[in-house]
């Protein structure tokens, strides 16, 4: 039996459906100050795995430690077939910060999204969220760990990425949602509603995270897209839920 305070834990040896139990492969220990938290999950090609999530204070996996900015700080951490190790990045301001998806490129580079509030420093890249207090964001980084780009997604109010998935050209997908607007520039999406109800919205980024487009749904009350999944013609599958009425629109 494995028994860890914190933990992040995978289960890498699946036995059949029928069989009376199951034991766990191996459990990693994410350990630090408190407030620590696994939030997504990335299975890769070569058998690892990245991780990613939030922490306060200090936090300590395997060697590698980091200090927090104040607030909860975001986190991620390469582990290869072995559970070892291979890096890990952490990210923070000092208000909240969060990852909330992550993908892995055709190319073997990991993409992640997720959202901070005024500002948030990604390696030598400062994110700022514009006239609006909370902004989006999606970066991309080598399978070492290092930032290629990240680029910030504001709008005006209530804003969340839900899923992520990079297609087989390299491209990368993304939705979730929003409530007034939301700037993927040059896209510009807007709901056109200033009650507090939210829309759902699907964009697609080329490899160095441009826009190269962006779709709304919603009409009335609210309208969220929670999950997001890649068919094997690289066709696009949105999942959510709506109140009263809503829209699909071209």
């Known amino acids: 039996m494995k028994r860890l305070r914190k933990a992040l834990w995978a289960v890498i040896s699946i036995l ?4 009376a139990a199951q034991s766990w492969s191996w459990a990693v220990p994410v350990d630090g100050s408190g407030g620590e938290s696994c939030a997504v999950l990335q299975a890769l090609e070569n058998g690892g795995v990245v991780a990613g999530g939030a922490f ?3 936090l300590e996996v395997q060697g590698w430690e ?3 900015l104040g607030g909860d700080d ?12 291979r890096w890990a990045l952490a990210a923070g301001s000092p208000q909240d910060d969060e990852v909330s998806a992550l993908a892995e490129l055709p190319d073997g580079d990991i993409a992640f999204a997720g959202a901070f509030w005024f500002s948030l420093q990604l390696a030598d890249t400062l994110l700022t969220s514009g006239n609006n207090p909370r902004g989006l964001f999606v970066a991309r980084l080598s399978p070492e760990g290092q930032l290629r780009w990240a680029r910030s997604i504001p709008g005006i109010g209530l804003k969340n990425i839900t899923g992520l998935v990079a297609r087989s050209d390299g491209s990368l997908a993304l939705g979730g949602y929003f409530e007034q607007n939301l700037n993927l520039e040059p896209a510009f999406l807007d709901s056109g509603r200033d009650d507090g109800s939210t829309f759902a919205f699907i964009a697609a980024l080329d490899g160095a995270g441009n826009t190269l487009w962006a779709r709304p749904a919603g009409h009335s ?11 094997p013609d690289d066709a696009l599958a949105l999942g959510g839920f709506f109140n009263d009425t809503t829209r699909f629109e071209e």
Do not use: F, K, M
């Not at 975001?74 to 190790?85: E, I, N, P, T, V």
């Not at 009350?221 to 068919?231: E, F, G, K, P, V």
């Open 74 to 85: 975001l986190y991620l951490l390469s582990l290869d077939a072995g559970q070892q190790l």
């Open 56 to 58: 306060s204070g200090n």
């Open 221 to 231: 009350n609210d309208t969220r897209a929670n999950a997001l999944a890649l068919l």
């Open 16 to 19: 059949p459906l029928a069989a």
């Open 66 to 68: 980091a200090q927090g």
